[in-house]
């Protein structure tokens, strides 16, 4: 499990870092040669990035191999039975972490047939763009949207299912509305949401 915690500190401390840079480039302070910044599709880009970087790393190098080896199991309620956070938890847990630090920005999964509610779109915004990436899987919806008085621009980004891991959790789960999921399926969104104000 300490494998785990270092990849989630490995992987706090990435997104802390991209948004650390990303605000000192986005607020240069008084002087004014400087940049105005760096364009939020671009920041997104950056962490979708490393999002899928470490993702696929957890998914195919840890996951994967560790079950195939018969040492430990990636399961739901993996606190409970000391095991593996699924690959879709692992993400999401990271998330709140980065949600955590106060930086701003945040990330999710989010899909039109979740498991459990609080992963399904928030918005017409989240919706229309997973309708969207179902129709054409191979782009990126963004946009402006707007909480309170603040504005953010959003990153739709497909999520695929890139492991037997990922499908086999899906359609075997009693809660899931869709059952039949295939390797390398579009099965929702990563959102990715920073401040632009």
């Known amino acids: 499990m300490d494998r785990v915690r270092v990849t989630y500190i490995s992987a706090g401390l990435a997104f802390l870092i991209v948004a650390l840079w990303w605000t000192a480039a986005a607020y240069p302070g008084k ?14 880009g950056f962490v979708h990035a490393v999002l899928q970087a470490h993702r696929t790393i957890y998914t195919k190098h840890i996951v994967d191999r560790l079950q195939e080896k018969g040492i ?14 699924l690959p879709a938890q692992f993400l999401q847990h990271s998330g709140r972490l980065v949600a955590e630090s106060g930086q701003g920005i945040r990330y999710r999964l989010i899909g039109l047939s979740p498991i459990y509610q609080r992963n399904a779109p928030a918005t017409d915004f989240e919706r229309r ?4 990436l179902n129709r054409a899987p191979e782009g990126t919806i963004t946009g402006i949207v707007s909480s309170g008085r603040k504005q953010y621009f959003q990153a739709i980004y497909p999520d695929r299912a890139v492991s037997s891991a990922c499908i086999n959790c899906h359609n075997s789960h009693p809660l899931s509305p869709k059952r039949d999921f295939k390797l390398n399926d579009v099965m929702g969104g990563i959102a990715i949401t920073i401040p632009i104000d």
């Open 72 to 85: 430990v199991m990636a399961v739901e309620h993996w606190e409970q039975e000391n095991a593996l956070p």
């Open 31 to 44: 002087d004014d040669s400087k940049p105005a910044g760096i364009a939020p599709e671009k920041v997104a």
């Open 129 to 132: 763009a997973l309708e969207s």
